[in-house]
Each structure stands twice: as structure tokens, then as C-alpha cells.
């Protein structure tokens, strides 16, 4: 068969069996992310059957559809939200650091791949999904609840965090010094403020200047110029995908809205694509070796996500009752754990398939925490404080009512 007809068939089966694998985790409720690791693990080296003729193409594909969706993740946030998400909930940044990287890294250095691969897990581990996240609010309708502008706040530092991080990671993996890694963290520093100041203090001229009214235009200058600053980017040792969520830092107002509108369904093609490469990279056969250690990594992580959670919500005075369910929603992780592992591959092959084992489990189990977490944790303390009651004839004085509650009480406990 001809290399350009094969290509066209394997590309269109693909693509078609995508959609298929789309349609059916909508239809039982799940995050296509598993179904997508699984069908690259199906058709990557070592499945049931190797794709050959597409695999040039499937890679360019996964490389702009991480560019893709740190594009649209960037669209989401104004300069002034992130600003703002720093000063208020930098300390809850630093908890989820601290509780949610240290198991990665300590499970890298035990597992014996030195700091270089115990850095790139911990990014893994420490990274929540906010695709996921995002989905499993909307779905659940909890988009107007107390503790949501929580869970996006700890899930923007994250992000920009990784604009710190990926630059970081990438200078480590390609074995550069101590002297080297320093110029590459403060290139990504000087560069991120830079643009922070030029979106808080320019952006409507930069909107202005991209602005169009022909939505073909629209999309062919923002794109066009979310690759090349991507490009350049990857150049300055600062990563593409940092590249392309400060792009969409940068852009606010109607082209911000239209820009998302005319991108997203490019955004979905192209991360499925990548999300296919990876499991594609992927031998299936290393998984089961792995999945011992991967799944006690997720435990772990499971409750210091929510562990996160609970302490972000009560900082920001919400009940037990919404702590509770912020945890439980923030457990998933997904497309940016997948980034950070597939940077890191082509120096520590080992990670790939612990990474794609734990993306698979929590990406599957997060959804559950967030339905289940507030449930069970009621229902257990309900049963504790039952426990601990004392007997009728030793205290029978009437527990107090709401409005015996201090303010101070009243507003910590609300929901």
C-alpha cells in the first residue's frame, strides 16, 4: 500500500475510533483520558496491532495538542485572576506542594532513578487535572458552590507553577548544570512576569491587535502566533506549553471568548491525539509490573489531595460539609501529569508506565472521591461523634441551636 494511502487509513481509523471511544465515555459517565491511554496502549509497540505509516503525524499531533490545551487553560484566566489567586491562596499552593510532590519524589529516589526521575514524579503526582476537574464540577452541578472558587484557585497556582517547573524539569532532563538550570529558571521568571505585566497593563491593546471579525482570521492569528511563541519558547529552554499558557494569559475579553470558541474543538482532537501518542510510546507489557507500586502512589496521593482540599476550604472559611467535597474533587490527574511524563521519558523510560498506570487509576477514581468523599466523611463522623456521646442520665442538658452559635462559630461552620 502506498506510505500516503496507508497514512490516510490508519489516520482515519484512528480518528474515527477516537470519536467512537468519546461518545461511549460520555454515555457511562467516565473521562475519555483512561479510554484514549488505552487504545494507544492497543495499537502502540507491543499491542495487538502496531500502527506504522501515522506515527510521524500522531507525534506533531500530541506536541500541538499539549500546546493546545495550555492554550486554552490560559484563555481561561486573566492576568489579574492570577495575580490575585497568588496573594490569596499561595499558602494553600505551598500545602498542596508539600503534601502531594513529596510522595512522587520520595517513590522516584526508592525506586531508584535519582533526582532527575524522582523530580519528574513528583511533578506527576503533584499536578491535579483541571480537564477533569472541570468536567466533573459541570457534570455534578456544583459550578455555584462555596468551595468552587477554591478548587480553581489551588488548580491556578498549579498552572502557573508549571511555568516555573517545566522550564526547571527541562533543563535537568537535557543534563544541564547547576549554572545552566539557574539561567533557565530565571529566563522563565523574567519571561512570565514579563508577560504578566504586559497583560495587566496592555491587554486590551494586544486583544486589540489580534481582534478580528472574521473568525477565520481570528483563528489563523491566534494560533499561528500561540505556535511560533510556543516555538521560540522550546528555543529559550522555557517549554512550548508555558509558551502557549502565557499567550492565552495574554488575550482577555471577546477574543479571549472567541479565540476558545473556534479553538476547543481543535483543542479536543488534538489532546485525544496526544493522550493516544503517549499510550502508543507506551509498551503494554511494562504496565503490569508497575501496577503494584503505582496504585499505592495513588492511594497515597488520593488522601493528600484531599488533605489539600480541606485545608484550602478552610482557610477560606467553608464548612466541613464543602472542605470535604473540594478535597474529593481535586484527587483526578490526567493531561498534565501525561505532559510531564512524556517530557521526561526519553530520559527515565521507567516512568512512562508508572505514570500511565497512575493517571489511568486516578483518572477513573477521581470522579468517585468527588461524588463520595463528603458522603462517607458525614456519615463517619456522624458515627464518632455517636460514639462519644455521653449517656443520657449523666448529661441530658439539650445540645444548643444555631442561634446559640457565636458568629465566629456560625461562619466557620457554613457551607
Same mark, same amino acid.
Given at each position: 500500500?502506498?506510505?500516503?494511502?496507508?497514512?490516510?487509513?490508519?489516520?482515519?481509523?484512528?480518528?474515527?475510533?477516537?470519536?467512537?471511544?468519546?461518545?461511549?465515555?460520555?454515555?457511562?459517565?467516565?473521562?475519555?483520558?483512561?479510554?484514549?491511554?488505552?487504545?494507544?496502549?492497543?495499537?502502540?509497540?507491543?499491542?495487538?496491532?502496531?500502527?506504522?505509516?501515522?506515527?510521524?503525524?500522531?507525534?506533531? %499531533?500530541?506536541?500541538? *495538542?499539549? !500546546?493546545? &490545551? @495550555?492554550?486554552? /487553560? +490560559?484563555?481561561?484566566?486573566?492576568?489579574?485572576? $492570577?495575580?490575585?489567586?497568588?496573594?490569596?491562596?499561595?499558602?494553600?499552593?505551598?500545602?498542596?506542594?508539600?503534601?502531594?510532590?513529596?510522595?512522587?519524589?520520595?517513590?522516584?529516589?526508592?525506586?531508584?532513578?535519582?533526582?532527575?526521575?524522582?523530580?519528574?514524579?513528583?511533578?506527576?503526582?503533584?499536578?491535579?487535572?483541571?480537564?477533569?476537574?472541570?468536567?466533573?464540577?459541570?457534570?455534578?452541578?456544583?459550578?455555584?458552590?462555596?468551595?468552587?472558587?477554591?478548587?480553581?484557585?489551588?488548580?491556578?497556582?498549579?498552572?502557573?507553577?508549571?511555568?516555573?517547573?517545566?522550564?526547571?524539569?527541562?533543563?535537568?532532563?537535557?543534563?544541564? %548544570?547547576?549554572?545552566? *538550570?539557574? !539561567?533557565? &529558571? @530565571?529566563?522563565? /521568571? +523574567?519571561?512570565?512576569?514579563?508577560?504578566?505585566? $504586559?497583560?495587566?497593563?496592555?491587554?486590551?491593546?494586544?486583544?486589540?491587535?489580534?481582534?478580528?471579525?472574521?473568525?477565520?482570521?481570528?483563528?489563523?492569528?491566534?494560533?499561528?502566533?500561540?505556535?511560533?511563541?510556543?516555538?521560540?519558547?522550546?528555543?529559550?529552554?522555557?517549554?512550548?506549553?508555558?509558551?502557549?499558557?502565557?499567550?492565552?494569559?495574554?488575550?482577555?475579553?471577546?477574543?479571549?471568548?472567541?479565540?476558545?470558541?473556534?479553538?476547543?474543538?481543535?483543542?479536543?482532537?488534538?489532546?485525544?491525539?496526544?493522550?493516544?501518542?503517549?499510550?502508543?510510546?507506551?509498551?503494554?507489557?511494562?504496565?503490569?509490573?508497575?501496577?503494584?507500586?503505582?496504585?499505592?502512589?495513588? !492511594?497515597?496521593?488520593?488522601?493528600?489531595?484531599?488533605?489539600?482540599?480541606?485545608?484550602?476550604?478552610?482557610?477560606?472559611?467553608?464548612?466541613?460539609?464543602?472542605?470535604?467535597?473540594?478535597?474529593?474533587?481535586?484527587?483526578?490527574?490526567?493531561?498534565?501529569?501525561?505532559?510531564?511524563?512524556?517530557?521526561?521519558?526519553?530520559?527515565?523510560?521507567?516512568?512512562?508506565?508508572?505514570?500511565?498506570?497512575?493517571?489511568?487509576?486516578?483518572?477513573?477514581?477521581?470522579?468517585?472521591?468527588?461524588?463520595?468523599?463528603?458522603?462517607?466523611?458525614?456519615?463517619?463522623?456522624?458515627?464518632?461523634?455517636?460514639?462519644?456521646?455521653?449517656?443520657?442520665?449523666?448529661?441530658?442538658?439539650?445540645?444548643?441551636?444555631?442561634?446559640?452559635?457565636?458568629?465566629?462559630?456560625?461562619?466557620?461552620?457554613?457551607?
Amino acid at each position: 500500500m502506498h506510505d500516503t494511502t496507508a497514512l490516510l487509513v490508519e489516520l482515519g481509523s484512528v480518528i474515527l475510533g477516537l470519536g467512537i471511544i468519546g461518545r461511549f465515555a460520555g454515555r457511562i459517565g467516565l473521562s475519555p483520558i483512561p479510554l484514549y491511554l488505552l487504545a494507544g496502549l492497543a495499537f502502540g509497540e507491543g499491542g495487538l496491532l502496531p500502527l506504522g505509516a501515522s506515527e510521524e503525524f500522531t507525534a506533531i %499531533g500530541a506536541e500541538i *495538542g499539549v !500546546i493546545l &490545551l @495550555l492554550l486554552l /487553560l +490560559g484563555l481561561e484566566y486573566s492576568a489579574s485572576e $492570577l495575580v490575585t489567586s497568588l496573594k490569596t491562596q499561595y499558602p494553600s499552593g505551598a500545602v498542596d506542594f508539600v503534601l502531594n510532590a513529596t510522595p512522587g519524589a520520595i517513590a522516584g529516589l526508592m525506586l531508584g532513578w535519582g533526582p532527575v526521575g524522582a523530580v519528574a514524579l513528583a511533578g506527576v503526582t503533584w499536578i491535579s487535572s483541571s480537564g477533569v476537574i472541570a468536567k466533573v464540577m459541570t457534570d455534578m452541578g456544583r459550578l455555584g458552590n462555596r468551595e468552587t472558587p477554591v478548587i480553581l484557585g489551588v488548580l491556578v497556582i498549579e498552572d502557573l507553577a508549571m511555568a516555573v517547573y517545566l522550564p526547571l524539569l527541562t533543563a535537568m532532563l537535557a543534563g544541564v %548544570g547547576l549554572a545552566g *538550570g539557574s !539561567i533557565a &529558571l @530565571l529566563i522563565a /521568571l +523574567g519571561t512570565v512576569g514579563f508577560v504578566l505585566y $504586559l497583560a495587566l497593563r496592555h491587554g486590551r491593546l494586544i486583544s486589540r491587535a489580534v481582534s478580528s471579525d472574521n473568525p477565520e482570521m481570528l483563528l489563523l492569528v491566534v494560533l499561528g502566533l500561540t505556535v511560533l511563541v510556543a516555538g521560540v519558547a522550546q528555543q529559550l529552554q522555557v517549554s512550548a506549553a508555558v509558551g502557549a499558557f502565557l499567550v492565552g494569559i495574554a488575550l482577555s475579553g471577546e477574543v479571549a471568548e472567541g479565540a476558545r470558541k473556534l479553538l476547543t474543538p481543535l483543542r479536543d482532537l488534538f489532546a485525544a491525539v496526544f493522550f493516544v501518542f503517549f499510550g502508543l510510546s507506551t509498551d503494554p507489557a511494562e504496565i503490569p509490573p508497575v501496577l503494584l507500586p503505582a496504585a499505592l502512589l495513588a !492511594i497515597v496521593t488520593v488522601f493528600t489531595k484531599i488533605g489539600t482540599g480541606w485545608y484550602a476550604s478552610r482557610r477560606a472559611g467553608i464548612g466541613p460539609r464543602g472542605r470535604w467535597r473540594a478535597g474529593g474533587t481535586l484527587v483526578a490527574r490526567g493531561e498534565f501529569s501525561i505532559v510531564i511524563a512524556g517530557l521526561a521519558v526519553a530520559t527515565e523510560p521507567r516512568i512512562g508506565p508508572i505514570a500511565t498506570a497512575y493517571v489511568l487509576i486516578l483518572v477513573i477514581v477521581g470522579p468517585l472521591t468527588a461524588r463520595w468523599t463528603e458522603p462517607i466523611a458525614s456519615k463517619l463522623q456522624a458515627v464518632l461523634a455517636g460514639k462519644g456521646k455521653k449517656p443520657a442520665a449523666v448529661d441530658d442538658r439539650p445540645m444548643p441551636s444555631h442561634d446559640d452559635l457565636t458568629p465566629e462559630h456560625a461562619g466557620r461552620d457554613s457551607d
